[in-house]
């Protein structure tokens, strides 16, 4: 037991486990990695792939980063880091306690007093006298950084773990006035078992949108309203790139999720109604938009189109048959009823629309945390490498001691100057 | 706006022009044992870096945003930290002028083809917005930079040997090489990690979520993990000398790979970036 802790936690383990995650990693980004919306993509790499195709089908290398054996050795990696890290943790807290070094070469003739002074003049402190031994250090707290960088890199590990386990994902999709109660249902959810509850009715207000001179989006903003026990209204702005923090979720607004949707009424011969929302995305002046699927309303299946700017702009909504690019499209205003594939269609009025993505991320906090010591720790490895010099004076001149904790012969300029020898003649401790 | 655009342009040549002829001097100069010419270059290398530094504000100031989106923007964002970085090395340790016959060609190169791919302008889209993605990008300039110098003298310490680097002016002893291109690929290691850390950030701001596998992002892991590596067999098995200046090789060719070419080879969610 105790050989296998041993091997599981030695360096060379270490080394094994970051090359066996940077070759899955060259792999899994050099094979397309299957996610809705990539077949097409991955379709076109099997067909210049023959050969490479049956492997990674074999071996399940299109999703290799979710596979049972990857994910494994990320366990086991998170547990070697772990050890290792309490390891790292036992031997910095060793030296930061520890007497210092011993003082065991010496320089005949030398006075400790200026050697001293030169090494207070570029940054050392005393740090203590140990009998007659005085003990001096520079970035001492360095002895912690590649603690620290470790600590930062098996927090993160595991939150990522805990935040990946257990997110709870949702897709809101609002009109304008909108409201959006506890209990209602969700445009889609990513786990049916595990819905996002904010707790507190929701009211989409519309989005603001600023574009670039030469066009493009240049800021999109929505405002969602939320209604407090009292009954009022309280309005939060959320935009990309700037979430909403809402009763522990977060709410995100996408680029590209939002435009104007037609409400709509279709009805058939025998009076069955069914209302319908199109939504369309957001067009700059002088755009058309079209919807991204057809629209199935009782087997009759429609596409639309929105052209409120050039000179439809009195009818802007557009309807037919999809699939039917001979005939052309029935245009309606608001308030207009026209018939489309033997429906009688009426619309109603139109709205802003959005959608948002709705999350509860537990462990987020704690991920950004572990991210805050990694870089941190990575700073202090190469910013702050503590060097620690031992003197004690002797009758004949000076014994020292020094030694730099990491990349020591970057300093052996800086020693052999304190210690007023020629350069390149003293010694580590 | 447009006409700090027009401007820039042919700043951004004047500069490359300098860039180059100082590259010339300098290379001659060191490898010829001509200290004025190579003098010369040096101060040409800073009157482009001056010109440079103009014509990198006027595109900011164009554009409406930070020189990180365009090829064009990125490679000469990337050759003016590398040739800061350069000169702020040899301001500070002037013995180190040697690197500069690496690494002035290797400036010259990135902006000369960041110049042949055009000075297009590319609004900014909307989710690479936000102080994380200046943070990001940043470190990321800054790491590059580090690894140009690691790599500098990775390249030299394996090439200590042959005529043309043992014509060039005080290149230090194969040891000093050795070290400093230890010191350097730590700190590429840092710089790329936080880089790779405030992209997370910034994704989870923009989509939700911190990590997506996304192929830019894989393989600035194993960009990361290799230089991890490297470290690693450094530190504790005492890998050192061709072994080590080779690994570091992979570790900017992987480096390079993410940075540049990942976006030619396969879509990603950083589509936008580099094109």
Not at chain 1, 303 to 315: F, G, L, Q, S, T
Not at chain 2, 6 to 34: D, N, Q, R, W
């Given at each position: ?18 090359a ?42 299109h ?19 772990g ?20 003082a ?101 207000d519309?989005?603001t ?36 923090r ?46 991204e ?56 009025g ?66 052999d ?13 | ?142 790491a ?28 230090p ?16 290691f ?45 530190r504790?098995y ?29 879509t ?8």
């Amino acid at each position: 037991m105790r050989r296998l802790l041993d091997v599981l936690t030695s360096r060379g383990t270490s080394i094994a486990l970051m090359a066996f995650v940077a070759v899955c990693g060259a792999i899994g980004a050099y094979i397309p990695q299957s996610s809705p919306g990539r077949e097409a993509t991955i379709a076109a790499w099997r067909a210049r792939n023959p050969l490479l195709a049956g492997v990674a089908d074999a071996l399940g290398l299109h999703a290799i980063f979710s596979s049972w054996w990857f994910l494994a050795m990320l366990a086991v990696f998170a547990v070697v880091l772990g050890i290792a890290t309490l390891r790292m943790l036992a031997g910095a807290w060793r030296a930061w306690s520890g007497e210092g070094r011993v003082a065991r070469t010496a320089i005949v003739g030398a006075s400790a007093d200026d050697i001293a002074a030169r090494a207070q003049a570029v940054g050392y402190r005393q740090r203590r006298v140990a009998g007659d031994a005085r003990v001096f250090a520079r970035h001492r707290v360095g002895v912690w950084a590649s603690a620290i960088l470790h600590v930062g890199m098996f927090v993160s590990l595991i939150a990522a773990a805990v935040a990946l386990g257990s997110t709870r994902g949702a897709i809101l999709d609002l009109s304008e006035g909108e409201v959006h109660s506890p209990g209602d249902a969700y445009w889609a959810v990513e786990d049916a078992q595990a819905v996002p509850e904010i707790g507190v009715p929701i009211r989409f207000d519309g989005v603001t949108v600023a574009t670039w001179p030469g066009g493009g989006l240049r800021e999109v903003s929505a405002t969602l309203s939320t209604r407090d026990g009292s009954g009022s209204w309280t309005p939060r702005v959320v935009s990309v790139n700037h979430p909403l923090r809402l009763n522990g979720h977060t709410i995100y607004a996408q680029p590209g999720e939002f435009g104007d949707a037609a409400f709509v009424i279709f009805r058939t011969d025998e009076g069955v109604e069914y209302p319908v929302r199109i939504e369309f995305p957001f067009i700059e002046e002088g755009d058309v938009a079209y919807t991204e699927e057809p629209y199935d309303v009782g087997g009759v299946v429609v596409d639309a189109r929105w052209d409120p700017y050039a000179v439809r702009a009195a009818e802007p909504l557009g309807l037919r048959p999809a699939g039917d690019d001979s005939s052309e499209p029935v245009t309606l205003a608001e308030g207009g009823t026209g018939t489309v594939a033997g429906l009688t269609v009426e619309y109603i009025g139109t709205a802003q629309w959005a959608r948002f993505i709705i999350q509860r991320e537990p462990g987020m906090t704690v991920l950004l945390i572990g991210f805050s010591i990694i870089a941190l720790g990575s700073l202090m490895l190469y910013g702050w490498i503590p060097r620690e010099l031992a003197l004690v004076e002797t009758d004949e001149g000076v014994r020292y001691g020094w030694h730099a904790a990491r990349m020591s012969r970057a300093y052996v300029a800086e020693r052999d100057a304190i210690l007023g020898l020629d350069a390149g003649t003293g010694e580590d401790a | 706006m447009e006409q700090a655009l027009a401007i820039e342009t042919p700043l951004h040549v004047f500069a490359l022009v300098a860039y180059a002829i100082a590259a010339g001097c300098v290379v001659f100069g060191t490898t010829m044992s001509k200290p004025g010419i190579a003098r010369a270059g040096h101060t040409l290398a800073l009157v482009g870096l001056a010109v440079h530094s103009v014509a990198l504000g006027l595109r900011w100031y164009g554009t409406g945003h930070g020189p990180y989106l365009t090829r064009y923007e990125v490679l000469s964002s990337n050759a003016w930290v590398a040739m800061t970085f350069m000169q702020a090395l040899r301001w500070r340790r002037p013995v180190s002028a040697y690197l500069t016959t690496l690494i002035y060609p290797a400036v010259l190169l990135l902006l000369g083809l960041a110049v042949y791919t055009g000075p297009e302008v590319q609004m900014l889209p909307l989710t690479f917005r936000g102080v994380w993605l200046v943070l990001h990008v940043c470190f990321y300039f800054v790491a590059f930079a580090a690894a140009l110098i690691s790599l500098g003298h990775g390249v030299l310490y394996i090439a200590r040997d042959t005529t043309l680097v043992q014509r060039v002016a005080n290149v230090p002893d194969a040891a000093t090489l050795d070290r400093e291109s230890y010191r350097f690929a730590g700190l590429t290691f840092a710089f790329w990690g936080i880089g790779m850390l405030t992209g997370a950030i910034w994704a989870y701001y923009s989509w939700g979520r911190f990590w997506g596998w996304d192929p830019i992002e894989t393989w600035s892991l194993v960009t990361w993990f290799v230089y991890g590596i490297y470290l690693h067999a450094r530190r504790f098995y005492g890998m050192k000398g061709r072994s080590a200046a080779m690994l570091l090789l992979l570790g900017f060719v992987l480096a390079i790979l993410s940075l540049f070419f990942t976006s030619f080879l396969t879509t990603s969610l950083h589509s936008e970036y580099f094109h």
